[in-house]
């Protein structure tokens, strides 16, 4: 026979109760969750601060045909078999184009809709033409940043940053400034001849929104009263300066 065990020695072999069952059971879920949600901001962060998708393939040529094309980016890939190197080619930045206009600069783009084949390659270029006395009208670019390289001539060119400093710098020929993403930024020929400078920018189609033909050429128009409060004039110019756009 097996020793009879009296009450008081088989409680004194009870497991102690936990006194706090709740406090542990709550930390273990936390726990969890935490390492949960810092697994997926491991496998989520490096799509956060990337640029942009890798390519899947050597190029997505634009075509505004839907006909056997695929969507990317706001276009339609060229079928692969029907892409020609004229599709990569932008001929003619080397002709000097006239500056005879109210600002005395003419700007000369290639983009994704005169140059297909920069589509989803995340660039473009441009040849800028400035007269004597003449400039780039003050605009920036909603998707890009810039890099503006003065060829030929004197060159003012400069940024506006959101805290409103003005950074500057005057550029001869072999020069370079870069324009940041979404900054106003001008360039205006300060020297004695004609000025020529060659732009990159990180965009197939970095857009160009032009500050005054965008405030007071508007459509609709914006309402002259908000527009002097904005900027401290009288109703009168601001109807004068819309007129003008």
Known sequence: ??????????????????????????????????????????????????????????????????????????????????????????PGLNVRKSTKNQIGGTVTFGYVDNVPGLNTLGLSFARADIGVKGQVKPHYHPRASEIFGVAEGTVLAGFIASDQRFFTKTLNAGDVMVFPQGLIHITANVGQVPAVAFVALSSEDPGVIFVAENVFGS?????????????????????????KF
């Open 1 to 90: 026979k097996l020793p009879r065990i009296s009450p008081s020695k088989h409680n004194s072999r009870k497991r102690k109760k936990n006194p706090f069952p709740l406090f542990y059971k709550q930390m273990s879920i936390k726990s969890i969750s935490f390492i949960a949600s810092l697994s997926l901001y491991a496998l989520t962060f490096q799509f956060a601060i990337a640029a942009g998708p890798s390519q899947l393939q050597d190029f997505c040529v634009a075509t505004n045909s839907p006909v056997n094309g695929v969507y990317v980016n706001g276009k339609f890939c060229k079928d692969p078999a029907h892409v020609t190197a004229d599709d990569f080619y932008f």
């Open 219 to 243: 459509n609709p128009s914006i309402t002259p009263a908000l527009l002097a409060k904005a900027f401290q004039l009288n109703v009168t110019t601001i109807m004068e300066l819309q007129a």
